[in-house]
């Protein structure tokens, strides 16, 4: 099975700082990746979407921005974060059917 | 327009009593259905998956089961522990142009001794 790992585990921000959150995949290869958030009292909602190096496709109009700069490795990023990027984010990597989640990184922007 | 609904919105048992959650979603064409078990603060773990074909299918204490003609589907939890508290979520794939997953707000269920 797969295993993804996600940094940092907590994170606060001020509003207007960048941020970057980095995702890496192990026990498999060529995967597609995602990225989620989760709001509080939300349903998942899929951000980006990845099925290739340097393939990346956006599924909501944000200020967040994804790269995949190698097979394995998933990055979120934002130049100036918004009280509303605030919520839970989960890294994703499917193999065949069966998505396999990352722990999560809680985003609290000030 | 493609929703999964998920019901009850939150659940109390007792430690070792059974419990069923219902999920009712009206994505088409239909793909394949997933039960998702979410600790808090922790990334979902893949419970079951069913395609159009499959009625039934269990995962140890849990049994998911399908019906694709009403678009229902339902997790039956058997003789409960403490560590089933969590946040079930049921995620429905499409077809085609239809391929994303659809995921429901969940149930969250709370097994109390």
């Known amino acids: 099975s797969q295993t993804i790992h996600q940094w940092p585990a907590t994170l606060v921000q001020p509003v207007g700082s960048p941020l970057s959150l980095e995702c890496t995949v192990e026990?498999?290869?060529?995967?597609?990746l995602y990225w989620y958030r989760q709001a509080a009292g939300r349903g998942l909602q899929l951000l980006f979407y990845s099925v290739g190096i340097g393939q990346i496709s956006s599924e909501v109009p944000q200020n967040l921005s994804a790269s995949r700069p190698q097979d394995r490795q998933f990055i979120l990023s934002s130049k100036k974060l918004l009280l509303s990027d605030s919520g839970f984010y989960l890294c994703?990597?499917?193999?065949?059917?069966?998505?396999?989640f990352g722990p999560g990184t809680r985003l609290l922007v000030l | 327009k493609n929703q999964v609904e998920q019901s009850p919105q939150s659940l109390i048992i007792l430690e070792g009593k059974n419990c069923t959650l219902q999920c009712n979603y009206t994505v088409s064409p239909f793909s394949n259905l997933r039960w998702y078990k979410q600790d808090t603060g922790r990334g979902p773990v893949s419970l079951t998956i069913m395609t159009f074909s499959e009625n039934t299918k269990s995962n140890g204490r849990y049994t998911a089961t399908l019906d694709a003609d009403t678009k229902q589907s339902s997790l039956h939890i058997t003789a409960s522990q403490l560590s089933d508290s969590a946040s079930y979520i049921c995620?429905?794939?499409?077809?085609?142009?239809?391929?994303?997953?659809?995921w429901g707000l969940g149930t969250s269920l709370a097994v109390n001794p």
């Open positions: 995620v429905v794939s499409g077809t085609g142009n239809n391929r994303k997953l659809i």
């Open positions: 994703a990597s499917a193999s065949q059917e069966t998505q396999y």
């Open positions: 026990g498999t290869s060529n995967p597609n």
